[in-house]
């Protein structure tokens, strides 16, 4: 046998053990994933990065798996064996009993793989259960990929090699037993499907912990809970039910590797609608709030370059953004806002990134800060939280598919007199008349039906519903109108239909 020929032999055995290890090790590591087996010292940001990082290693070890096989002239493997179920004859002495069913199961098991890593780089494009059903295949694929080793491997009669398996297989199973001993709380599960907070039913019972002023109109609260709350991403905002009823959004900033708390910052202005006022004001360390589970419409994605821009309070879901970054990635946040005195997080942002931060004041600095210049550089993601006004000089100056925002204050729309068009229920085809004088969402509760809402001025997200057919008018703030045609959703608060509109209550 050639030098050359042991190698790519070698090359296939040591790349097929490699692949499987990893393969394990990936889902051992989506089991501390969706169980959160490791908190409080984890981050479900770096839990999913490794799981995916591990996944992908995988099958770019199985691909040189099967590259070296095609190499190796020993055991005669053309590409339609390696791709084609059931077409290579290649059987093992010691498993001839089984036939070419160990290798049937190592070209079902690369598909599978392929189809699982696909589906999860594709999981925000993917109806979640849809996802979650091809997910939970990764469990065949490791059952499978086993049998195929264990039968088809040139090295089962090692010692060390049963060792290792065994080993293996070991790990695997007692995580697994762990999952299904450990499972996630009811209210965690709503969290990861995102589920739309049902106020009266899905709320969780939350006290104050703390409460400090951070800057000359900020203060910073933490709510803590007994029980282990929901699993949140960067840009998450909760609803908090106030006194006499009242329901306001604020983006938690705190840490997301401890599951018992939540840190929200609050500023006191004076157009306050009496949200922010009261948590000034009257609430008190003790206090036991109803919180609704996370909601996340500015979410984090994956990018080489991100450009964070935070005015005034917006600073608080980028707060989340920048600190849940790793080393290698390269970020900037470019705060603004009235004065040094009313601005949160300065201190702890300039002490923790002196490279990455840049803090404009305009009274200290004495005027508006020069984002001409910065947008000029347009191989950025930029994630922007602040005013409107500077949200439009920013899409104005830069690919608005590059620029994810969200804002605080609901947009501007025109004040027009609206048109009275009608709205057909999908599942129970109940038609209702919408006055030109009333919302959707006031029509469709005076019809005894229960939509979930909170701020009704279209900035929250909350009582989003799916349209069916018909043309929608876009009034609110919380999405651009083409991502909203093409999720094919509409916020009845403040949206409207130009004639009539088929909407479905399910989601």
């Known amino acids: 046998m050639s030098l050359n020929t042991q190698f790519w032999w070698f090359l296939t055995r040591a790349s097929a053990i490699t692949a499987w290890s990893l393969l394990i090790a990936s889902v051992i590591w989506g089991v501390f994933l969706s169980a959160r087996i490791l908190k409080p010292n984890d981050s479900p940001r770096w839990l999913q990065d490794v799981h995916r990082f591990l996944g992908g290693l995988a099958l770019s070890f199985t691909v040189v798996h099967m590259f070296s096989l ?3 002239k020993y055991a005669h493997f053309t590409i ?3 791709l084609i179920p059931n077409s290579s004859k290649y059987i093992k002495s010691s498993s001839a009993a089984l036939g070419t069913i160990p290798t049937l ?12 890593l696909s589906t999860s780089w594709l999981m925000r494009k993917l109806p979640r259960k849809l996802w979650k059903y091809i997910h939970l295949a990764s469990y065949v694929l490791v059952v499978a990929v086993s049998f195929h080793a264990g039968w088809s491997g040139t090295d089962t009669q090692s010692q060390a090699y049963r060792i290792f398996s065994l080993f293996l297989i070991m790990v ?3 995580t697994v037993i762990m999952r299904i001993l450990w499972p996630k709380s009811k209210t965690a599960l709503s969290a990861r499907v995102e589920r739309r907070p049902n106020f009266g039913v899905d709320l969780l019972k939350v006290s104050v912990e703390g409460k400090k002023m951070i ?11 007994k029980n282990p709350l929901p699993i949140w991403q960067p ?12 329901q306001r959004q604020y983006s938690l900033c705190g840490s997301q590797s401890d599951p018992h708390r939540y840190v929200i910052a609050v500023s006191l202005g004076p157009d306050s609608r009496g949200g922010s006022e009261y948590i000034h004001k009257k609430m008190k360390i003790g206090d036991t709030l109803e919180i609704s589970a996370p909601r996340n419409h500015f979410e984090l994605l994956p990018a080489r370059k991100y450009l964070f821009i935070a005015g005034g309070i917006g600073i608080t879901p980028i707060k989340a953004m920048i600190e849940s970054m790793t080393s290698n990635i390269d970020w900037k946040l470019i705060y603004t806002g009235s004065s040094l005195e009313t601005m949160a997080y300065t201190r702890e942002l300039q002490y923790t990134y002196p490279d990455r931060v840049v803090i404009h004041a305009v009274r200290e600095n004495s005027g508006r800060f020069d984002f001409i210049s910065e947008l000029r550089i347009q191989d950025r993601e930029i994630y922007f939280c602040g005013p409107e006004s500077l949200l439009g000089d920013i899409r104005e100056n830069y690919p608005r598919e590059k620029v994810h925002f969200e804002r605080f204050a609901k947009m501007s729309t025109s004040e027009n007199i609206r048109n009275s068009f009608t709205v057909t229920i999908q599942e129970s085809g109940q038609k209702i008349s919408v006055s030109s004088s009333e919302t959707m969402l006031d029509a469709l509760e005076n019809n005894n039906i229960s939509i979930p809402a909170s701020c009704r001025e279209g900035i929250c997200g909350t009582c989003e519903i799916s349209v069916v057919s018909g043309s929608v008018e876009h009034l609110d703030s919380v999405f651009d109108d083409p991502i909203k045609e093409k999720k094919k959703i509409m916020y009845p608060c403040v949206s409207r239909s130009e004639d ?8």
Do not use: P
Request: with cysteine; proline share 0%; net charge negative.
């Open 215 to 225: 800057s000359e109109c900020v203060v910073e609260v933490t709510l803590v809970s």
């Open 70 to 72: 095609y190499m190796d």
């Open 80 to 82: 339609s064996n390696l």
């Open 105 to 116: 199961l190592g070209v079902i098991s690369f598909y599978l793989l392929f189809v699982v």
């Open 172 to 174: 695997l199973t007692v």
């Open 500 to 507: 009539t509109v088929v909407i479905s209550l399910i989601r």
């Open 235 to 246: 840009g998450a905002h909760i609803n908090i039910v106030l006194s006499k009823g009242i």
